[in-house]
């Protein structure tokens, strides 16, 4: 069964800091090259980063420096350390396969809210 289950959101201060967890299914997890996606209201949902089975990183340009993506494959889980977070980082934030159609669905997400 594939699975995908995002936590660690949070409410935080600009400038603040929150580490993310995504625990896959080891079917998606040791077969794909994993990336963290997040949607802001009204907005699509859009890739951050993403880090291949070779622990390779690559991150949009508005979080490069802030934001790292790890993974660990002993526990079929990939983690978003997020530093100097700001209002507009605000959003609901999912892990997924990259692609994403190569799985095919979607976990619930967790939230981020960056707010004084």
């Known amino acids: 069964q594939v699975q995908l289950v995002e936590s660690g959101g949070g409410l935080v201060q600009p400038g603040g800091s929150l580490r993310l967890s995504c625990a896959a299914s080891?079917?998606?997890?040791?077969?794909?090259?994993m990336g963290w996606y997040r949607q802001a209201p009204g907005k699509q949902r859009d890739l951050l980063g993403l880090?291949?089975?070779?622990?390779?990183?690559h991150y949009k340009d508005s979080v490069k420096g802030r934001f790292t993506i790890s993974r660990d494959h002993a526990k079929n889980t990939v983690y978003l350390q997020m530093n100097s977070l700001k209002p507009e980082d605000t959003a609901v934030y999912y892990c997924?396969?990259?692609?994403?159609?190569?799985?095919?669905?979607w976990g619930q997400g967790t939230q981020v809210t960056v707010s004084s």
């Open positions: 080891g079917s998606i997890f040791s077969r794909n090259v």
């Open positions: 880090i291949t089975i070779d622990d390779i990183t």
């Open positions: 997924n396969a990259v692609p994403s159609t190569s799985v095919g669905s």
